[in-house]
């Protein structure tokens, strides 16, 4: 047996979302996510222009050794693009061996570890009444554990807060169908520092000490003003602090704990091993969060979890609505079957989106399950793909007060 087709399918069902197909000659079809969320067209291109011919008539039982063709016969290392292109083939081959295996892949990752995986849902608001009134609402859902944003008195649209008002859903995940340039928003790291203690203070003030409580600093504070931010936060015992700092200064997170107990999760913008080597080895974070769309597939997120347990680092993977059910569901099986599981990401996907994918993954009272369907579990239905056109779209760009562009 062996490839015999390979398709890239550029679809937009409320947002971009790119999925490889790949076809065995006995016709056994495998669906990889590839989506970068904002540059989506390079991914489909390295897929379609460069990757395709190679992986036409190879033996798709041979993962390990297509995934080391891909990254080595690269010759260029590592980056988002590649990565995510390569973790679309592997998720792909991943799905057809468990499809022809007639199992659901965990059985084929070891087998469950826990009856189910907990999740964490986006709780947001401009103020504090509308952030209680999401996180009432989740909690009505059954969710144990509740990301919370909220705007920042005096700054307008930030990161992570729905511009549309209360109750309305976060949507700028999808990216911002902005035109030719991506929307400009604006941030002043003082005024968010001098805000968010008494959020947490209000919270557990409101809801009480059970409910887990993760917050995403998306990467927009120094090192010292992280250092600041945990220690202050340190009171309302968070089960992590995302992105405090931008971690590819992986010595940063040095500064952070040595101020602060406050639960560390980083890497969702990291696509290797190597972007964590420090972080690991240092326990310098407590959380990896990188997405398997962006990480080069199951083989290379396993391994990267595998090296994370050595040190007592568990998983939290990525999970918005801009990684696909394909994605999730990957997530999901890894979830599953790893020992040093952490928490994962849950944004729900739109009515449309799931008009394209069908999906088989389970939630009951805070908990996923990826479901017993031989493969990932989710099957892409390209004529409904067809119905949704491409638009390009881009996540915002920050600026401080005085105009100097900032992270997002
Ligand atoms: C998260 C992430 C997202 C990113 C998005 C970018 O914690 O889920 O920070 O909110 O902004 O994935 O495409
Ligand atoms: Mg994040």
């Not at 940063?252 to 990291?270: D, K, M, Y």
């Amino acid at each position: 047996m062996s490839i015999e087709s390979v398709d890239v399918i550029v679809t937009s069902p409320g947002r971009n979302f790119v999925t490889l197909k790949v076809t065995t000659s006995d016709g056994v079809v495998g669906w990889g996510d590839a989506t970068l969320n904002g540059r989506e067209l390079s991914v489909a291109s390295y897929l379609s222009d460069h990757l395709a011919s190679m992986l036409i008539g190879r033996d798709e039982d041979r993962i390990e050794d297509t995934w080391q063709y891909l990254y080595r016969g690269a010759y260029w290392r590592r980056g988002p693009v590649t990565m995510a292109a390569i973790a679309a083939v592997d998720m792909a081959l991943w799905d057809i061996k468990a499809k022809k295996a007639g199992m659901p892949l965990y059985q084929l990752l070891g087998g469950a570890s826990r009856d189910g995986v907990r999740v964490y849902a986006h709780a947001s608001g401009t103020d504090f009444a509308a952030l209680s009134n999401a996180i009432t609402g989740y909690r009505e859902l059954g969710f144990t554990a509740v990301r919370v944003q909220t705007g920042v008195p005096g700054l307008g649209q930030i990161y992570g807060v729905s511009a549309a008002g209360p109750g309305v859903r976060y949507d700028y995940e999808p990216a911002k169908r902005s035109g030719d340039r991506p929307a400009e928003e604006t941030w002043d790291t003082r005024q968010y520092l001098n805000h968010m203690p008494g959020v947490f203070a209000k919270i557990r003030e409101e809801f009480g000490t059970d409910l887990r409580l993760l917050h995403d600093g998306h990467h927009r504070m120094s090192p010292i003003e992280a250092a600041r931010f945990a220690k202050d936060v340190e009171p309302y015992d968070l089960f992590w602090l995302e992105d405090a700092t931008p971690g590819e200064d992986q010595t940063a997170l040095r500064l952070i704990r040595q101020h602060s107990t406050t639960p560390l999760a980083i890497g969702e913008v990291f696509n290797t091993v190597y972007d964590y080597q420090t972080l690991i080895t240092e326990r310098l974070i407590d959380y990896v969060r990188s997405a398997v769309t962006h990480t080069g597939g199951i083989t290379a997120m396993k391994k990267l979890l595998d090296f994370a347990a050595i040190y007592g680092i568990r998983s939290g993977i990525h999970g918005p609505t801009d990684i696909s059910p394909v994605g999730m569901a990957a997530a999901l099986h890894l979830d599953l079957a790893i020992h040093n599981f952490g928490i994962q990401e849950y944004m729900p996907h739109n009515e449309q989106t799931l008009e394209v994918f069908q999906t088989s993954f389970t939630f009951d009272k805070g908990f996923l399950h990826p479901g017993d369907q031989p493969g990932l579990g989710v099957e892409l239905d390209e004529e409904a793909a067809g119905a949704f056109e491409y638009t390009k779209a881009y996540l915002p760009v920050n600026r401080l007060l005085d105009g100097t562009v900032h992270d997002w």
